[in-house]
């Protein structure tokens, strides 16, 4: 497969920019090689500088769940960016996208609007503990919350990909607030809720891990910490900048019927563009500055190209039929991938909810961390560019999330499941 200005664009850029990046997941080196340079994308699929075309299954990491420059959206965006691209000053655009969410996500009374999951994460974690007037927080080993300092213990794919046990520049004084459990197993939450009391300000999780794969809560974890946190007044946060729009129209917690005290969103609300909201019960959020005391603000937050991509976007999800939709192409591929690894004989742990799907390579079920981290990353190096070359764009990790979108067509799907089916075969 030709790659030759990709390089070219890859040694310019490695030269200002750390890593050639702005992201480090972007990075190939993980999987040995250099990045693929985008040039454009319309529908699932995508186009480098070289010309190679590719079905994605990345979707920006997830956002794009109409799939690349979905006409209704772009339209959209034209029409309103000509009226002005911010005016730090409110908008009805934002009350528009604000009253989807509330009506949309079950713990959501009201909403705040930031330009990134890392930003709401940590403005949440703020109004916490503003609101308890407690210092300590507790997080899942394995969830990825953002880049906030106090949130890279433990924490996922991109952390966990480059194999640090935390971040360089994050203080001991700042991390030492933060305690770290294993996901799924509510008993470890009690008891070091129990041995912190009164200490600890809140519980922050993906209700779905989907950062470091994608690992499922066991039946009724999830109720179990919303008893635990409730009876010791911990505020549950759900962080479900992955998962809200996602797994359902209102996210996991209504998936799976659990309302936590606050939810953190990003990635699909933005329709693609620069979007984070952080939402909860009226009593906590009536914290925010200027009705309360705990200070959180933003230039360019619910400017009207980001909340008009948006508002398109959540439309669009709300019609009926859509979830069904993206779960039968999802559950297509998800049986077609099983069936090629159980055919080859090939260790594998499949994990799909609604359309985000992956499978690890190892021979055990993975419900936590440290399940995941025993995955055989050398294989995955090898599906990752059997895939490639095939035209099959996944993300260059073993520990990530792979997006289906609206605008697979059964056509897609099938023909990744051969491409798929015949790398494995190889294996
Ligand atoms: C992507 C992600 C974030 C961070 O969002 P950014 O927009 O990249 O800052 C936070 N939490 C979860 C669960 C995410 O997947």
Redesign the pocket.
Known sequence: MECSKSLSEWNKSQKIIPGGVNSPVRNFSKVGEHPRFIDRARGCRIFDVDGNEYIDYVAS??PLILGHAHPTVVHALVDVVHRGTSFGAPTPLETELAQIIVDAVPSIDKVRLVN????A?MSAIRLARGYTGRDKILKIDGC????VDYLLAKAGSGVATFGLSDSGGVPEDIARNTLTVPFNNAEAVKSTIEANSDEIACLIL?PIM??MGIIQPKDGYLNQLREITEQHGVVLIF?E??TGFRVAYGGAQSYYNVTPDMT?L??IIGGGLPV?AYGGKNEIMNCVAPEGDVYQAGTLSGNPLAVTAGITTLKLLSEPGVYQKLEAKADTLATGLAEATKKNRIDACHSRVGSMLMFYFTSEIVTDADGARTADTDRFKDYFWGLLNKGIYIAPSQFEAGFVSLVHSDNDIQNTIEAASEVIAQM
């Open positions: 990491w997830g990134s999951g890392t930003e994460t990825y919350h953002g880049h993906e989907g950062n962080d900048v992955i953190c990003g990635k984070g």
